[in-house]
Structure formats: structure tokens, C-alpha cells
């Protein structure tokens, strides 16, 4: 398993394959990172798919509102249309570069209209440097990752069978 240097600061996704391991960034993106972590820890995440996952581009989820596979009312064709009861986060642009395993906060044309949901990059997307928040980083699992089913929606969806925080594990 990956070295975890800040369990407080490393968020474990299970996915049917087996564990995504991914480290946050709250010295990049603190607002980003902290409103993972209080989603996580609520269970917001769990149960949610992936409602967007293109190839060779990037996996998308976290509708916590619309995009909860094990709910009575869920409707893939309303997933990616909403975010949490929580406000909207203001953009949190840096440097770094959205490369393969990084986490990216999804968002509206509104650059401060994260909440949410986010994406994980399948491969080097440089387009999106200093257009979406970088918040996180895959350090294990990413092979996880490339095994998630493609489709804007997919028909038959993956999901996060649950995210934690590594410190509650």
C-alpha cells in the first residue's frame, strides 16, 4: 500500500476493483479539500457514479444530490446536474497541472461554481491548467481508475462503494 504521509489529508475511494488512494492538496486548494473531506465523512459519496467518463480523458462524479446508485430515486440521467446542499466554492487556481491521476473540481461555466462533484484525469489534460481547481492526487489505484465503464452516461454505471478519510479508516 502506498505511504500515507497525511491520513488526515488522504481520502480511500472503493471502487469494485479495488481501493483508490488519493492524496489532497489543502496547501493548493484548502476549501476544496476540506469540503471532500466533511462530504466523506458525511457518506455524501457513497453509493454516487460516475455519470461522465470519457476516454482517454477523465472519469467524472460526485453528484451527491442526483448521482446516488443505491438511492430510490436515482436517475442517471439526472446525475451531474446537481452538487450538495452546501454552498458553492470559490475557484482555486494554481500552478499545477492537471496530469494524469490528479483530481480536478467539476464545475459550471462558472469558474466559482464547484461544490461537489470532481474528476479524475485518465491522462496528461494540460487544457485545463488554471481553468478547473486541482485539488488532489492519486497515489494508488489508479489502475483502479482506468477500469471505470465509459460513458456520458454509461449505462450501467460504476460507483464509489464508499470514500473515507484515511485518518477514520
Request: aromatic letters at 6%; a negative charge; proline letters at 6%.
Amino acid at each position: 500500500m502506498a505511504e500515507i504521509k497525511d491520513p488526515e489529508n488522504t481520502v480511500i475511494v472503493e471502487l469494485k476493483d479495488g481501493n483508490v488512494v488519493i492524496e489532497l492538496l489543502p496547501d493548493v486548494a484548502p476549501k476544496h479539500a476540506e469540503r471532500m473531506k466533511e462530504l466523506a465523512r458525511a457518506g455524501k459519496y457513497d453509493g454516487v457514479v460516475f455519470h461522465r467518463v470519457i476516454d482517454g480523458f477523465m472519469a467524472q462524479t460526485g453528484d451527491v444530490a442526483n448521482g446516488n446508485k443505491d438511492s430510490d430515486s436515482f436517475n442517471i440521467g439526472r446525475a451531474g446536474t446537481g452538487g450538495s446542499d452546501l454552498p458553492d466554492l470559490p475557484a482555486e487556481f494554481s500552478k499545477l497541472p492537471h496530469d494524469r491521476g490528479t483530481l480536478g473540481a467539476a464545475r459550471s461555466m462558472n469558474p466559482n461554481s464547484a461544490n461537489s462533484q470532481f474528476f479524475i484525469n485518465f491522462k496528461d489534460n494540460h487544457f485545463l491548467n488554471g481553468q478547473y481547481t486541482v485539488y488532489g492526487r492519486v497515489i494508488e489505484g489508479m489502475e483502479h481508475v482506468d477500469k471505470i465503464v465509459r460513458g456520458e452516461p454509461p449505462v450501467d454505471p460504476d460507483k464509489m462503494i464508499s470514500v473515507k478519510v484515511a485518518a477514520d479508516a
